[in-house]
């Protein structure tokens, strides 16, 4: 995400998951092992450690991400890599792959592409793993979204 501009959403994320009522829950990569030097290499050696322990990778996508390539790219290429199951969430509310504004690299990248909003995020967190699992061995890439009915299902 773009730290600078769109901090907010990842608050609002963190506060969809303290809620007594929501069934909204993500595991917070990014609040172990945060005591290091402000260094590149530095913070790039915390992040390779939350790799390793990495089930989901969840880009969010706001006006400025696609210009970030010191961290967000890096994060991106890693995910990739890895393997590791990716959701793009455009916080445009965009439902789909958004081509002005998805960093490139992801664009082509197996990923499911959803708006911002917890239903569907808790949604793909539960579904998508496995089903990029399935895309994965079936060989297909490239970006995927929820048809209207997914959201109509959750209320949305």
């Not at 260094?39 to 790039?44: L, R, V």
């Not at 890599?81 to 992801?106: F, H, T, Y």
């Amino acid at each position: 995400m773009d730290a600078d501009n769109d901090l907010h959403y990842y608050y609002l994320m963190k506060a969809w998951k303290q809620n007594d009522y929501s069934s909204f829950n993500f595991y917070d990569a990014h609040d172990i092992n945060n005591i290091y030097d402000k260094s590149e290499a530095s913070i790039k050696a915390g992040l390779q450690e939350r790799f390793r322990n990495t089930k989901v990778f969840v880009l969010l996508v706001g006006e400025h991400t696609r210009y970030l390539y010191r961290y967000v790219r890096w994060e991106i290429e890693q995910a990739i890599k890895r393997e590791i199951p990716c959701i793009v969430v455009n916080l445009n509310g965009k439902r789909s792959l958004d081509q002005d504004l998805c960093p490139a690299l992801m664009r082509d990248s197996l990923a499911i592409h959803i708006s911002f909003n917890a239903k569907i995020m808790q949604y793909a967190l539960e579904n998508w793993p496995a089903q990029s699992e399935e895309y994965r061995r079936n060989g297909e890439t490239g970006p995927y979204y929820y048809i209207a009915s997914v959201y109509e299902k959750l209320g949305l």
